[in-house]
């Protein structure tokens, strides 16, 4: 008998668990509190598309070459429907600096290194669409899920969902797609199911505002001042994204009050772009205009759910992807790709096994071994992030020695030698996008040497391997722009609690 999957959302990780399920005969049914996207174009959707589930659906976003790859390899048609909208795929060839390409080969496996760009209204008008004409999937929008069925006592199976307004639409198996907002937990609390989780504060805050190319202009060419960076008190990135259109991205920490309060204002976000020289360029008035308000986002965390406890299964016929299970934060660019990754996993489990217990423990198997690598370290990089963002407010604050001798292997060692070797480029980004463990290149022996190599070579020897300068001073920047660089580092000093807690 062919199962019958309702789905608990329509946004990104709902529509990756129809692309993934709905090819195995299995009649899938999405069920969105939202109304459905607007029936016009890409434009058309960034601007009206009210999709309230998603509340980072106007931020800056990029799509890993892991997610490109899944795309590529099992929805050709969707691939080509994405670049047709205006979705661009941007290679390795255009990560290369000048001294790469002086040593630079082509090889096969570069085709995988491939990141696709867009605005995310975009990719997801595009995809929802593509899953609209499966013809085992349905979506029914302005649904709203206010509770589960089950049956059975521990553990509990899941046996369908309570919409608003009384309805039960009854499932041979429920997953939980609805986002970083998700309710379905409290529903389980509610049938006495217990989930395990954990949870930390990113420490950071998010603010986005897009802008299009004007009429004949194109974005400005590479190789100079990096458009992407931190200078510690603010990290920056500019997002190349569809149809002439592109966003910029500004993340500061929690305790940058100052920064935070005034940032929303137009004026202030593109003062601070100005200020940094890689972002210069892309706002000269003569070349582009902006498009949108800034957007903000807070309530940044990173969360592990997991429905297993003590080698036994918390409920059956129910499983969660994307945001709702697993949540990071959105700095490192993975949280679609772990919707998608996540919705393959759970299609390998299901097919592997009918046992519904059985079936638990393969799709946790799974997301231990495929996504749980990067969690780990996106949570060790924020917790590092956080205390970093502190030291630099306190004058008195002097770095330890092992502090010193991490910060010189990253900055002299690994980023040298990864400016350098063209191969070492391929090694790490197959890590940071998520086709291998992140940290399986630096182990190979013949990628350590290489980067200790570069380490013990004098700076002066290297001296134009690095950078250029990315970005002005805290207090410089801060006072071109009219706020007071003073006020937080008084703060620290008086020994205020982190901003997010005043």
Same mark, same amino acid.
Request: proline content about 7%; charged content about 25%; overall charge neutral.
């Given at each position: ?8 959302? #329509?946004?990104?990780?709902?529509? /990756? =668990? @129809? ?24 434009? +058309?959707?960034? =601007?009206? /598309? ?23 390899? *099992? ?5 080509? @429907? ?21 040593? /630079? ?38 649904? &709203?899920?206010?509770?589960? *069925? @089950? ?45 395990? +989780? ?23 060419? !590479?190789?100079? #001042? ?6 510690? &008190? ?21 305790? *940058? ?22 972002? !210069? ?57 772990? #919707?998608?990754?996540?919705? %393959? ?5 299901? +097919? ?21 690598? &990067? ?35 990253? +900055? ?28 399986? /290149? ?14 013990? %070579? ?11 300068? #990315? ?32």
């Amino acid at each position: 008998m062919t199962e019958s999957v309702a789905v608990i959302g #329509a946004g990104m990780a709902g529509l /990756w =668990t @129809a692309l993934a399920l709905a090819p195995t005969g299995r009649r899938v049914t999405l069920l969105d509190r939202d109304p459905p996207p607007p029936p016009g174009d890409a434009d +058309e959707a960034f =601007t009206d /598309w009210a999709h309230r589930g998603v509340t980072h659906l106007r931020h800056s976003h990029a799509f890993l070459a892991r997610l490109r790859g899944i795309i590529r390899d *099992e929805h050709p048609a969707l691939l080509e @429907a994405l670049n047709a909208a205006g979705c661009r795929e941007l290679g390795l060839d255009g990560m290369l600096t000048d001294r790469h390409r002086k040593r /630079w080969t082509p090889r096969p496996d570069d085709a995988d290194l491939v990141v696709l760009t867009s605005r995310r209204t975009t990719l997801e008008l595009v995809i929802r669409r593509y899953v609209e004409a499966m013809p085992n999937v349905e979506i029914h929008s302005e649904a &709203f899920v206010e509770g589960l *069925e @089950a049956s059975g006592d521990a553990p509990r199976k899941v046996t369908g969902v309570r919409l608003r307004g009384g309805e039960t639409v009854a499932a041979d198996l429920v997953v939980d797609a609805s986002g970083r907002t998700s309710s379905a937990f409290d529903q389980l609390a509610d049938l006495g199911v217990q989930v395990g +989780e954990t949870a930390e504060d990113a420490g950071i805050l998010y603010f986005t505002r897009h802008y299009r190319l004007r009429p004949g202009q194109v974005e400005p060419p !590479r190789g100079g #001042a990096p458009a992407t960076g931190d200078l510690g &008190f603010i990290k920056f990135g500019v997002f190349p994204a569809d149809n002439g259109c592109f966003s910029i991205t500004l993340c500061v920490p929690e305790i *940058e009050l100052e920064i935070r309060k005034t940032i929303v204002d137009p004026a202030i976000f593109d003062g601070i772009c100005r200020e940094i020289p890689g972002m !210069r360029p892309w706002l000269e008035p003569e070349r582009t205009e902006a498009v949108s308000k800034v957007y903000g986002m807070g309530d940044l965390k990173s969360r592990w759910r997991t429905l297993v406890a003590d080698g036994k299964a918390a409920v059956l016929g129910f499983f969660a992807v994307g945001d709702s299970l697993i949540r990071t934060n959105p700095l490192y660019g993975r949280g679609c790709a772990f #919707a998608a990754v996540s919705a %393959t996993l759970l299609r390998d489990a299901l +097919e592997a096994d009918p046992d519904p217990a059985a079936r638990l423990f393969a799709y946790e198997a799974g997301l231990k071994r495929e996504i749980l690598p &990067f969690f780990d370290t996106m949570q060790k990089d924020d917790r590092v992030a956080v205390r970093r963002a502190r030291q630099a407010l306190d004058p008195h604050h002097r770095p330890g020695l092992r502090s010193r001798i991490l910060k010189s292997f990253a +900055e002299d060692g690994v980023a040298i030698a990864i400016r350098s070797d063209p191969d070492l480029l391929r090694a790490a980004l197959r890590g940071f996008h998520m086709l291998e463990h992140p940290s399986a /290149w630096l182990k190979r022996p013949v990628n350590l040497g290489k980067v200790l190599l570069h380490w013990m %070579t004098p700076k002066a020897a290297k001296a134009e391997v690095y950078p250029p300068k #990315a970005g002005p001073r805290r207090a410089e920047l801060m006072r071109a722009v009219g706020l007071d660089p003073d006020l937080d580092i008084a703060r620290v000093m008086a020994g205020a609690p982190p901003a997010s807690a005043t």
